[in-house]
């Protein structure tokens, strides 16, 4: 019984051939996750402060955003379509207070390519003291 020409081409050497097409998608995916960038922008930072208390420490009013995916999205992003802000409304005693930066942006702005969007640093820290009655 004679093998079908085609069969014969693809068993021969079956062992190359299978180690030679896992390493043709190991190097596509290396070479689509290395082409990621990242952006950094500088954006304000809308921070509302406690009504009791004041701030001892530095506030700071505006945070850097990282933004990380392909070169010809993340450029094409507007600043001004991301938001940040932090709330120390709740703070409810003297010393220092840890608040986590909360971004707002259009979620369909993003989902153009495979993209993250995160700030550097994550969340802010002030140190306050009650504000005394004759201020």
């Not at 299978?18 to 082409?35: H, Q, R």
């Not at 259009?106 to 989902?111: H, L, M």
Request: glycine content about 4%; overall charge neutral.
């Amino acid at each position: 019984m004679k093998r079908n020409r085609t069969i014969q081409v693809i068993l021969d050497h079956w062992q190359v051939k299978l180690v030679s097409l896992l390493l043709a998608i190991c190097v596509y995916f290396l070479v689509s996750f290395s082409s990621t960038e990242n952006r950094m922008i500088e954006i304000p930072l809308g921070v509302v402060l406690p009504t009791n208390y004041i701030a001892e420490s530095l506030v700071p009013y505006s945070v850097s955003v990282n933004i990380n995916g392909s070169e010809n999205i993340i450029y094409l992003i507007d600043p001004t379509l991301i938001t940040a802000n932090v709330d120390f409304s709740k703070v409810s005693s003297s010393g220092i207070s840890r608040e986590p930066i909360i971004l707002d942006y259009d979620e369909k702005v993003f989902r153009k390519g495979n993209i993250s969007v995160f700030t550097v640093p994550s969340d802010i820290r002030i140190s306050f003291k009650e504000k005394n009655s004759g201020e």
